[in-house]
């Protein structure tokens, strides 16, 4: 059986020594830490504070990523009163104010600190198409006939004539006309652009007016196709194999071309020429 050494009173003595030894020494760390780190907050506390972190002009703004307009055009949209502390302004509060905007798609908005300002990054909206409600589509017991114009985008957005033109752009307006209601034609609208923009037919103007017959105005005349449909890829493809007609029939004797049904399509000839419709050569 292994004997008990017993332990003097001097070792015992030296441990708690050094168990007191540690204990002050952690003490003067955590009070050493906690104090730094109380110097450094107190200390950025004091250089946010400080009157350098302010946006004293609209200059203090950086926009990136836009090409129609200008960067004061952009900046105006803000609203923002200068002098104005950089940490009284919520990056993400100015974003979706931004893009409330209809010129702006897309806004991401973040702080600059070396030298004080903003970083504005925009997706413009690009507009593709005039568009134009017809007057008697509005209200037909109303005495207010009003046009209204606008631009169309890709998507389908109206972005207000008045608004793209006051920011002075720097793109010419669309050639492509629309005409009708936007809430009637939205639906198809991407859809029907997509097809058009490709197509190796010019087509100058898009008429909604009536629901049930989407019309062309194209290089090779008026094109009538109908109620929008999934035919319609096959509708514009027929339409390119078109753009030699005017070099078999004089355009001036074509009252229309009829591609509702893409299998059997048709040429509404002027009533004068005696003949009211034939098929496509």
Not at 16 to 25: I, P
Not at 92 to 105: D, F, H
Not at 156 to 183: C, D, N, R, Y
């Amino acid at each position: 059986m292994a004997s008990i050494v017993p332990i003097g009173s001097n070792v015992l003595a030296r441990r708690r020594k050094k168990l007191r030894q540690k204990r002050r020494l952690k003490i003067f760390q955590t009070l050493w830490q906690t104090l730094s780190v109380s110097c450094l907050a107190g200390g950025l506390l004091w250089v946010t504070l400080q009157p350098i972190w302010v946006l004293k002009n609209p200059k203090d703004i950086a926009v990136l990523g836009n090409h129609l307009f200008s960067d004061d055009a952009i900046r105006s949209l803000l609203g923002l009163s200068y002098p104005q502390s950089l940490w009284r302004i919520e990056p993400s509060r100015v974003a979706r104010s931004l893009q409330k905007q209809p010129i702006i798609a897309q806004a991401i908005v973040t702080r600059r600190l070396f030298p004080p300002g903003l970083i504005l990054q925009v997706q413009e909206r690009v507009p593709v198409a005039v568009a134009q409600t017809s007057p008697e589509q509005i209200n037909t017991n109303s005495t207010n006939k009003k046009v209204s114009v606008g631009l169309l985008d890709a998507n389908g957005v109206w972005i207000p004539l008045e608004k793209f033109t006051s920011l002075h752009a720097t793109m010419k307006l669309p050639s492509l006309k629309v005409i009708g209601l936007p809430q009637q034609y939205r639906p198809y609208w991407s859809e029907v652009y997509k097809l058009v923009s490709q197509s190796t037919v010019k087509v100058m103007e898009i008429d909604w007016q009536d629901p049930t017959n989407l019309i062309l105005k194209t290089e090779v005349g008026k094109v009538h196709l109908g109620v929008p449909s999934s035919q319609l890829p096959e509708q514009i493809k027929l339409l390119a194999q078109m753009r030699h007609l005017p070099s078999q029939i004089n355009p001036s004797q074509i009252e229309y071309i009829d591609l509702k049904n893409p299998d059997h399509p048709l040429v509404q000839m002027i009533p004068k020429t005696g003949e009211i419709s034939s098929k496509i050569p």
